[in-house]
């Protein structure tokens, strides 16, 4: 039986070229418009449920920046939680985060909270590609595949990315999993089932 996350050495080498490509790339744009922008659509084309548990993230180097968004879903009565980086092989956890709460520093360059244990059930997903059928490449080490696998049916996962991150195709394999949709800078992108 095959490990989680073991892929084909082709599959592997096209996802290490495209997270290089799009890391490259992502050094010129603004993370802070962007997020100001994405706001906006997804408060108007898909908010969370009301009473939803909403986890969203710390961003990191250039990832659109989405802490305007978290506040404008707490100010809207949205509990809000932040992944909880676990051992190389888990699924995150998350903990509740208001803003003004303290922050600890957490493996690869983010942050976590330190409120209680949480579990979302609308999830902002971080990303480096996206394609229309709704697969993501991530930075590679599968918390996110692994932490949308785990949780209850029901739960929404929702990508957030500059819309120049999307390619026609993300290199993907069976244990990727695939997004409910994708906001963007330029708005909201649904995925579609082929």
């Not at 997903?125 to 696998?149: N, S």
């Amino acid at each position: 039986m095959a490990a989680p996350h073991s892929f084909s050495p082709d599959l592997t080498e096209a996802k290490r070229a495209l997270r290089q490509r799009m890391l490259a790339a992502r050094e010129a744009w603004d993370p802070a418009a962007a997020g100001l922008a994405l706001m906006g659509h997804v408060l108007a084309e898909a908010p969370p449920p009301e009473g939803a548990v909403v986890s969203g993230f710390w961003p990191i180097g250039k990832e659109v920046d989405i802490r305007p968004l978290l506040q404008a879903l707490r100010e809207r009565g949205h509990a809000v939680v932040l992944p909880v980086t676990q051992k190389r092989g888990n699924p995150l956890s998350f903990r509740r985060w208001r803003p003004g709460d303290a922050l600890e520093p957490e493996r690869f360059g983010t942050f976590r909270p330190i409120g209680e244990p949480a579990v979302p059930d609308f999830l902002l997903v971080p990303l480096l590609a996206f394609d229309r059928r709704g697969h993501r490449l991530g930075y590679g080490a599968g918390f996110y595949d692994r932490t949308l696998a785990a949780l209850p049916s029901g739960r929404y996962a929702l990508g957030v990315a500059y819309a120049a991150q999307e390619v026609p195709e993300v290199p993907a394999g069976p244990t990727d999993i695939r997004l409910d949709a994708v906001a963007t800078d330029r708005g909201i992108i649904l995925v579609t089932e082929s």
